[in-house]
């Protein structure tokens, strides 16, 4: 069984360039679920994705966007990046909708400069 | 206010000590309760599940949630140096997780 995958582990970006981050889930897993986490915060819901549908969102700008593929991959976009986006990106996959079944990914670490 | 608060320390105890972690929450809407624990330069770990009030016990962690407070704790007996971590208390409703800030703690051996 292989864990929450995610790629690249660290980028370097510049204001106004586009992203797209990348999550490989949990096997058997149908849902994944993208969070923002800012250095020394908590993690902060961005959206959710159960069965290549988006299931809910956070309060987040419609330039972040994603995309769930029929494996249950799944991608973050993020468009005219700002300064305030630099933070760890988390990925979580889930079995259904159940959150206890979570398991998060290691993150990739975005800096905009 | 921030619909959940945690303070973020940092914590430090000695090793085999007792911890107490907590968090109050304003929002009645939340239907469960989880704790994480985030080593540094990792994703977080869930530790405990949980939706109704009371105790649950795994191992040396228990987590209590007291609704009608709006508090929820977390409490590590028997503290190891590998508990030092950060620990995020997390409340959901549906499917959207809300976290708190996260308590940096430090077991001194």
């Known amino acids: 069984e292989t864990g929450v995958t995610q790629s690249p582990t660290h980028l370097i970006k510049t204001r106004g360039q586009q992203v797209t981050l990348r999550c490989s889930s949990q096997?058997?897993?149908?849902?994944v679920s993208w969070y923002q986490q800012a250095l020394g915060q908590g993690p902060q819901f961005i959206f959710q994705y159960y069965r290549e549908e988006e299931n809910g969102r956070g309060n987040f700008p419609p330039r972040f966007s994603g995309l769930q593929f029929p494996n249950y991959s799944s991608e973050l976009n993020v468009n005219a990046l700002e300064l305030d986006d630099s933070a760890l990106y988390l990925c979580?996959?889930?079995?259904?909708?159940?959150?206890?079944?979570?398991?998060f990914g290691p993150g990739t670490r975005l800096l905009v400069l | 206010q921030k619909e959940v608060e945690q303070d973020p320390g940092p914590l430090s105890v000695p090793e085999g000590a007792i911890v107490s972690l907590n968090c109050t929450y304003s929002n009645s809407a939340f239907q469960y309760f989880m704790w994480y624990r985030q080593y540094s330069r990792k994703g977080p770990e869930l530790l405990m599940y949980?939706?109704?009030?009371g105790n649950k016990e795994d191992g040396r962690f228990t987590a209590q949630v007291d609704k009608s407070s709006k508090y929820i704790s977390l409490f590590i007996r028997d503290s190891q140096p590998s508990d030092s971590a950060t620990y995020l208390c997390?409340?959901?409703?549906?499917?959207?997780?809300?976290f708190g800030t996260g308590t940096r703690l430090t077991i001194i051996p």
């Open positions: 096997s058997g897993h149908n849902t």
């Open positions: 979580a996959s889930s079995l259904g909708l159940e959150q206890e079944t979570q398991y």
């Open positions: 949980t939706y109704s009030s």
């Open positions: 997390a409340m959901g409703r549906n499917e959207k997780l809300t």
